[in-house]
């Protein structure tokens, strides 16, 4: 009995072990940026004013007071490399002199991916269309040709949606 108590109990362990019941968590680190509050960042703005838009950076550069760097970090287990996007404002004169913005998204580039969504979507439709109508025949030749600018006419898949709201921390008025 014995001999057979071990192989199965080592038979059962190694079955645990390779079962894939590893959980591997999200890791978000760094400064989570709103595309909107990157979008108001101009150059001229005081360290107060870029403070208020953006927040405090996460990592002061101890080396160069006049360089503020926004780093964002994201990994998890449903994407291939991890997120990494970086935001650095450059002062001069306590003001900013320039900024280098990479990967983090702006209102502009938010705006362009939702253009893109609705004729991606619009294709789709229309594409739908002419497999439906190849399908039926045309009813009489009294109603006419088809419209060319039909999908034109066709209502916006995606309704406009309301502006969101602004996130805590930033202005509500104009700049």
Do not use: H
Not at 26 to 31: D, K, L, R, W
Not at 61 to 80: L, P, V
């Amino acid at each position: 009995m014995k001999r057979l108590a071990l192989p199965t109990l080592s038979l059962v362990f190694g079955a645990l072990l390779t079962s894939g019941c590893v959980y591997k968590m999200n890791i978000q680190q760094g400064n989570y940026l709103v595309a909107d509050s990157v979008s108001q960042l101009k150059e001229g703005m005081t360290r107060s004013q870029v403070r208020f838009l953006l927040g405090t950076p996460m990592v002061p550069d101890a080396f160069d007071e006049n360089r503020w760097d926004y780093y964002y970090f994201f990994s998890s287990q449903r994407i291939k490399e991890p997120l990494k996007r970086r935001l650095t404002v450059y002062f001069a004169d306590d003001k900013v002199a320039r900024y280098e913005n990479l990967g983090v998204p702006t209102q502009a580039d938010l705006e362009q991916l939702e253009r893109d969504l609705r004729k991606a979507q619009a294709a789709v439709k229309v594409k739908g269309k002419k497999k439906s109508a190849e399908a039926v025949p045309a009813a009489t030749p009294a109603s006419g040709p088809a419209s060319p600018s039909e999908a034109e006419k066709a209502p916006d898949p995606v309704p406009p949606s309301a502006p969101l709201p602004a996130p805590a921390g930033t202005p509500s008025g104009p700049t």
